[in-house]
């Protein structure tokens, strides 16, 4: 898909994320210089070209007052994977559910999902009453808390354009 100089601009604006705003298409169109509906236009565009995958939302969750971040990692027999996972996913505290691969022997872990708390003693006890109410005692599980976190951003496209025109 040939993308033009428009287009590139509506992508660096997005690279800072959706304004959270009333009008947050005619705030991204403002930097294109585009209006609201061709803003709309050129994102559908975008997206049935393959160009856009999705848009998605990164929560900052610390600046909310979640510290406490717990990934509980969960040994579920290959053939209750989605079944299990589609419990936890309608769970209000659990933000993230996927499968990853074991890598046996010494991580025999296979279904992940977040869950924030205000501090490490909520997200055991989320973790706790989810467990008890779902029946999920029989399955070993863990919990690993963060110590920090890594800067969280949408994607580039911009940059991506800047090393394009040099090569």
Not at 11 to 29: H, K, M, N
Not at 82 to 111: F, G, H, I, K, Q
Request: net charge negative.
């Amino acid at each position: 898909m040939e993308l033009t100089d428009r287009d590139y601009k509506l992508l660096e604006a997005l690279e800072d994320g959706i304004p959270f705003t009333p009008e947050p298409y005619v705030v991204l169109g403002r930097h294109a210089g585009m209006g609201e509906a061709e803003v709309l236009a050129t994102l559908e565009r975008l997206c049935t070209g393959g160009v856009i995958n999705r848009l998605g939302l990164v929560v900052h969750h610390r600046e909310l007052g979640y510290t406490a971040n717990g990934m509980v990692v969960w040994d579920i027999p290959d053939a209750e994977v989605a079944r299990v996972a589609e419990r936890l996913t309608d769970e209000p505290v659990v933000t993230l559910c996927y499968r990853r691969p074991r890598r046996l022997p010494d991580w025999p872990y296979n279904l992940f999902c977040m869950v924030h708390g205000r501090e490490e003693a909520d997200v055991r006890a989320s973790l706790a009453d989810m467990v008890e109410r779902l029946g999920l005692n029989a399955y070993p599980h863990d919990i690993l808390f963060s110590s920090r976190r890594f800067k969280q951003c949408g994607a580039r496209y911009a940059q991506r354009r800047k090393v394009e025109s040099i090569a």
